[in-house]
């Protein structure tokens, strides 16, 4: 994640971020999961090519940028950072307050991606939102890693340098925003639930040690105590009042729910349409193009408290999708959700709808594992997908009760079937960027191999830790996760250790191999106390200004194919399309067809008949799909699968 004071060498991390990456262990898996609702459980366990679109140059690595040296504003004042634009938009701490703005502020940060023609061109389709996914999730960070490569999916692949304006709804292109939600990195206050990050680095190490084999009555035991001293250490006032402490005497918890994102959401699509007017002004009045005035104008008026929203929600960014259209129906300009929540499950903080298609994927491995070969696939068995699946299992098995000793150049570890099983679970995310390493660890794991696994666990172990001085330079997505998906939730206060079996038996009932690892979320909110002054909790549902497009890969491992349509049910008018591949959403794994429809949808309305399937342009093990594509644009979906999902 990035610091909002980045130095020289932080900005070349950054620099990096557009480069494909060999996955790491415990980053990639603490990542990965964050995509989709995971941080607060691996918490607890372990604690491109140029674009003739791009609009800003790339960053120079001597300019470093203090995002907070920004002053919060009431109004979109953009300020120039990386080759993007950004802002600190103030909104109230309380939206119900008898008096909102007289009470805390937030100040939530925005960046960017300016489109590629000014707002005063005919082909200036609006402002785009993205949320990443979490709860939690850093969208400045995503912004500035994938900004311009959604720009290419969205935007017409026409050159906007063309001297031909064009009112066409074929030909538009889009400014592409995304922020940083209540509590979450660089937006203030932030959320924490450690005093500084070497007590984080000590939670999350004991955590690894600890493991998650919860079939062990010592380790489910110890599992259970740490949910709950998380959840209710978390939920305490710092007595300082030096964080978690707002309005006096408040914890802050109890303003980072979904229903006020909702509002945040609005705003700024508000002050966008505010942004938008005054800028073509501005245009007009220094211009010296032969443009119509009146005509200009009346597009980029700013239409108060009727802007409507153009968003591109993914995992948990479907949920906060659902509840905008739920509780704001008539400003839904064009939603797409991708990896579809179950908002009612979710709501109920039940966790008991995600992992129906977790072992799909793991058969899919097997099957494309034998049909890459030997060549791609080091796991490859001659006699067929049974016997490689049957490697796996006995791999585990061994692992659980002998663990492989083994060293790397910073020091002794071993590599266990808990560390193996949340390594799987994670890659599950991302099959393109995941499944020729996957098959590499588990055919040296088989022989009792650990080194390469060991050289992954060992490059996320940063020397470096934030004093306490420096903790509000940002908050830690992952104390955030919790305290979003706690407070949309119903209480789970009086669950017992019983009930936590129960559901860890329904787990793995739904992902026999992998699905322990999901069942720590909703322990996160076992002993958590804080509840949000503003929740939505239902009816999820509802007749939308414009109806929605929903999308998913045929086999997602945390968002299974089946939520998709059942949203779409709630949502008149709403339909689904489908990419046929695996993986966390479509951007998983590519499909240029699948993007034509969301470009289509967002240029021109249009969607696709519900349950319209595409193919997917690469496999699992990296084998291209011959066929006509648009060239940049299957670039840009390759460079995001290999990376996905984000680093936040």
Not at 115 to 125: C, K, L
Request: aromatic fraction near 10%; include cysteine.
């Amino acid at each position: 994640m990035a610091s909002p004071n980045l130095s020289k060498q932080d900005y070349q991390l950054y620099s990096q971020w557009s480069q494909p990456r060999r996955t790491s262990y415990k980053r990639g898996t603490l990542l990965i999961v964050l995509a989709a609702f995971f941080t607060v459980a691996l918490q607890w366990s372990l604690s491109s090519r140029p674009s003739k679109h791009a609009f800003a140059e790339t960053p120079k690595l001597d300019t470093p940028f203090d995002f907070h040296s920004i002053q919060p504003s009431k109004n979109l004042e953009y300020h120039d950072c990386y080759g993007f634009k950004c802002a600190r938009l103030e909104v109230p701490m309380d939206w119900n307050a008898t008096d909102p703005d007289k009470g805390d502020q937030m100040a939530l940060a925005i960046v960017k991606k300016p489109a590629s023609v000014p707002v005063t061109d005919p082909r200036y389709g609006g402002v785009i939102l993205l949320n990443p996914g979490g709860p939690g999730g850093s969208g400045s960070n995503f912004a500035f890693r994938y900004a311009e490569k959604i720009a290419l999916i969205v935007d017409s692949k026409s050159s906007p340098d063309s001297t031909e304006s064009s009112s066409s709804s074929d030909d538009l292109y889009f400014d592409i925003l995304s922020w940083d939600p209540r509590g979450v990195n660089l937006t203030t206050p932030g959320f924490y639930c450690f005093q500084d990050s070497l007590h984080r680095k000590a939670w999350a190490a004991q955590g690894e040690a600890i493991g998650l084999d919860l079939d062990d009555e010592d380790i489910f035991r110890d599992v259970w105590s740490r949910g709950r001293a998380m959840s209710a250490g978390c939920s305490r006032l710092d007595a300082s009042g030096s964080f978690n402490t707002v309005n006096g005497n408040e914890h802050l918890g109890q303003y980072v729910s979904t229903a006020s994102v909702v509002r945040d959401m609005v705003e700024i699509i508000e002050r966008h349409g505010e942004w938008r007017e005054k800028t073509a002004k501005e245009i007009l009045s220094k211009s010296s193009k032969n443009l119509d005035v009146a005509a200009t104008l009346q597009r980029t008026a700013w239409r108060k408290g009727e802007e409507l929203l153009q968003y591109w929600g993914f995992s948990y960014g479907t949920f906060l999708g659902q509840s905008f259209a739920s509780m704001q129906p008539h400003r839904v300009g064009r939603l797409v959700l991708d990896g579809v929540v179950d908002a009612d499950d979710y709501a109920r903080v039940g966790w008991s709808t995600n992992l129906q298609d977790m072992d799909e994927i793991t058969k899919n491995f097997t099957t494309e594992c034998y049909e890459a070969g030997p060549s791609r696939c080091s796991l490859y068995d001659p006699q067929g997908p049974s016997h490689i699946y049957q490697t796996i299992l006995s791999t585990l098995e061994d692992l659980k009760t002998n663990p492989i000793p083994t060293w790397t150049p910073a020091g002794p570890t071993t590599i266990s079937a808990s560390d193996v099983t949340k390594k799987i679970f994670g890659n599950w995310y991302s099959p393109m960027a995941s499944f020729r390493q996957t098959a590499s660890l588990l055919a040296d794991l088989s022989r009792r191999n650990g080194s390469a696994f060991a050289a992954l666990k060992a490059v996320d172990y940063e020397q470096s830790c934030t004093l306490p001085s420096q903790r509000k330079i940002r908050s830690d997505d992952t104390d955030a996760t919790m305290a979003i998906l706690c407070s949309d939730g119903d209480s789970l206060l009086n669950k017992t250790q019983q009930d936590f079996k129960t559901y860890i038996s329904l787990l793995q009932a739904q992902a026999p191999l992998l699905g322990t690892s999901w069942a720590i979320i909703p322990l996160s909110c076992y002993a958590y106390t804080v509840r949000a002054k503003w929740r939505f909790t239902g009816p999820f549902g509802a007749p939308t200004a414009h109806p929605i497009l929903f999308a998913s890969q045929t086999f997602d491992p945390v968002t299974p194919l089946r939520n998709a349509f059942a949203a779409a049910e709630l949502f008149p008018g709403s339909a689904v399309v489908v990419a046929e591949g695996l993986g966390h959403t479509t951007l998983a794994q590519p499909s240029v067809c699948a993007m034509m429809y969301v470009r289509r949808y967002f240029h021109r309305g249009v969607l696709p008949v519900s349950g319209t399937r595409c193919p997917v342009d690469v496999g699992g093990f990296g084998e291209m799909v011959e066929g006509e594509k648009e060239g940049e644009l299957v670039d840009a979906l390759v460079e995001i699968a290999r990376t996905w999902p984000w680093q936040f």
